[in-house]
Each structure stands twice: as structure tokens, then as C-alpha cells.
């Protein structure tokens, strides 16, 4: 299939071509989060098995996507977008907040939107992982924007005398992985432990990191 098939236009039951391309677009993500994040996984999903899982057919399909591989670009993209929303959001309200406070509110956020649904850390760490070396580069530039993210709380820690003035950016790197790595490994039962105490255990891995002149302002 070299490219997509043309879409319909004009009106058909009250909806444009638009929202009618829009709606099968949702039921493709919302098939392939079951499929790939909860199912037989991405290398295990078949179009006819996804298009079917929608309520849809296979033409439909390539009126939308190209290949599988599109939706679960699509899909990688969604779920980190919504943990980022939520992260954000954390952050605004919380920047009238102490550092470990701070920290404790915004990892808190993350952590309860990417844990919501196991489906979604299924996509975010393990369904994305050696697909192709496009979805590589979009997994690692992904990664890239979280520490993008975090250097930005850090530098801003920093500039109220919070943490130490340095260059931080390998030890945020190595930090989103313990956050990746340990996320997955609770959300598959593999550490015994609550979400909280999970989120404790790396906002004082983060306190470490940034090496507060004074240890009160890392909180008790």
C-alpha cells in the first residue's frame, strides 16, 4: 500500500467527513490500546484483528493509517501526551510549593496518570521498544522532552537557591530511566510496595541528585 485511500467528504447522519474521520480514528487508538497494551501486544495484531477489535473494516483502516506500525506511533505519542498534560498541570499548581513538596506533587501527578490504565505503561515501555528504527528515534526523542522537563524544574530549583548550580542534564537522563524503569516494574508487581511509596522513594532519589546547599531545604 504506497499511500492512504481518499476520505469521503460532504455529510452523512448529521456528521461531516471530518468528524466521521475523526470518530474511526478514536476507535482505531481505543482498539489498539486493548490490542496492543492489553492483548496479544503489537507484534501479535493483525489490521483484520484491529479493524475487527474497531468495529470497522481493513478499508477503512488504510483510509486512516498506512500500516500498523502508524497507529502505534499515534498511540505512543497520545499516551505521553496525556501523562505530560497531567505533569503540567502539577506543576502550575505547585510552584508556590518547597522543593521536596514541590517535587513530591508533580511526580505524584505523572506517576498516577501513566499507572491509570497498565495498558498505557504497556505502550509507553515495553509495546514501543524495537519496532522499527523510526519508532526508536521517536521513543528516544520522546525521552528527550521529559528530560527537557525536569531540567527545566531543576534549573528552576536552582535559581531559588534550592539545589546547587551545575550542569544537570546526565543526571536528569539517568533519572527518567529509574523513573521508566521502576513505574514498569511496580506496575507489573515486580516492587512491593505502594504508588506513594514508589513516588517517595524517587523524589528522594531526585533530593539526592540535586544536592541542596542546605539539607533543611530538602525538607524531612
Not at 89 to 96: D, I, K, M, P, Q
Not at 146 to 162: D, F, K
Request: aromatic share 8%; hydrophobic share 45%.
Amino acid at each position: 500500500m504506497t499511500g492512504r485511500i481518499k476520505a469521503p467528504t460532504g455529510r452523512y447522519g448529521g456528521k461531516s467527513a471530518e468528524e466521521r474521520q475523526a470518530e474511526r480514528r478514536r476507535r482505531f487508538l481505543d482498539a489498539a490500546l486493548r490490542l496492543f497494551g492489553g492483548g496479544p501486544g503489537y507484534r501479535g495484531t493483525t489490521v483484520a484483528a484491529l479493524s475487527e477489535a474497531a468495529g470497522l473494516s481493513t478499508r477503512q483502516f488504510y483510509e486512516e493509517f498506512r500500516a500498523l506500525e502508524d497507529v502505534l506511533a499515534a498511540l505512543h505519542l497520545e499516551v505521553n501526551a496525556w501523562a505530560e498534560e497531567a505533569t503540567l498541570t502539577a506543576v502550575a499548581g505547585a510552584r508556590h510549593l518547597p522543593l521536596a513538596e514541590r517535587a513530591t506533587a508533580i511526580f505524584r501527578a505523572y506517576a498516577a496518570n501513566v499507572t491509570a490504565d497498565p495498558r498505557r505503561i504497556r505502550i509507553t515501555f515495553v509495546e514501543i521498544i524495537g519496532v522499527s528504527p523510526r519508532l526508536e528515534e521517536q521513543r528516544l526523542a520522546r525521552r528527550a522532552r521529559w528530560v527537557e522537563l525536569v531540567c527545566a524544574e531543576v534549573a528552576s530549583a536552582v535559581a531559588r537557591g534550592e539545589a546547587a548550580p551545575r550542569d544537570y542534564r546526565i543526571a536528569v537522563t539517568a533519572f527518567i530511566g529509574s523513573v521508566n524503569g521502576l513505574l514498569h516494574d511496580w506496575s507489573a508487581g515486580w516492587v512491593d510496595a505502594t504508588l506513594d511509596e514508589v513516588v517517595d522513594e524517587l523524589v528522594r532519589i531526585l533530593l539526592g541528585i540535586l544536592q541542596p546547599r542546605d539539607a533543611r531545604l530538602a525538607g524531612a
